[in-house]
């Protein structure tokens, strides 16, 4: 299955696993950008939980950059390879 989604979500991981440069990873990057990308899309649901029906349509920017940030750190703590959540993290 997880095989499957890395070929699903190659065009977002590919960027992150390239290159043949030495990367510094640590396995609790990989539980803190978990961590994050559950907050982060936690933080988003909530926030259109709270967006009153007849709001603005701009008030849903935030929603969709907190989702969208939270998403993308979940896919890559998920199935990303080390290289991908050592450049996640600056890769120092």
Same mark, same amino acid.
């Given at each position: 299955?997880?095989?499957?989604?890395?070929?699903?979500?190659?065009?977002?991981?590919?960027?992150?696993?390239?290159?043949?440069? *030495?990367?510094? /990873?640590? %396995?609790?990057?990989?539980? !803190? +950008?978990?961590?994050?990308?559950?907050?982060? @899309? =936690? #933080?988003?649901?909530?926030?259109?939980?709270?967006?009153?029906?007849?709001?603005? *349509?701009?008030? /849903?920017? %935030?929603?969709?950059?907190? !989702? +969208?940030?939270?998403?993308?750190?979940?896919? @890559? =703590? #998920?199935?990303?390879?080390?290289?991908?959540?050592?450049?996640?993290?600056?890769?120092?």
């Amino acid at each position: 299955m997880k095989n499957a989604l890395r070929k699903i979500f190659a065009p977002l991981l590919n960027g992150l696993e390239s290159g043949t440069e *030495p990367y510094h /990873y640590k %396995p609790l990057s990989r539980k !803190i +950008l978990l961590f994050f990308g559950v907050i982060f @899309v =936690g #933080l988003g649901a909530l926030a259109a939980w709270l967006i009153p029906a007849d709001a603005d *349509p701009g008030y /849903y920017f %935030p929603v969709v950059v907190f !989702i +969208l940030a939270g998403s993308y750190g979940l896919l @890559v =703590g #998920l199935l990303g390879e080390d290289r991908a959540v050592a450049k996640i993290w600056g890769n120092k």
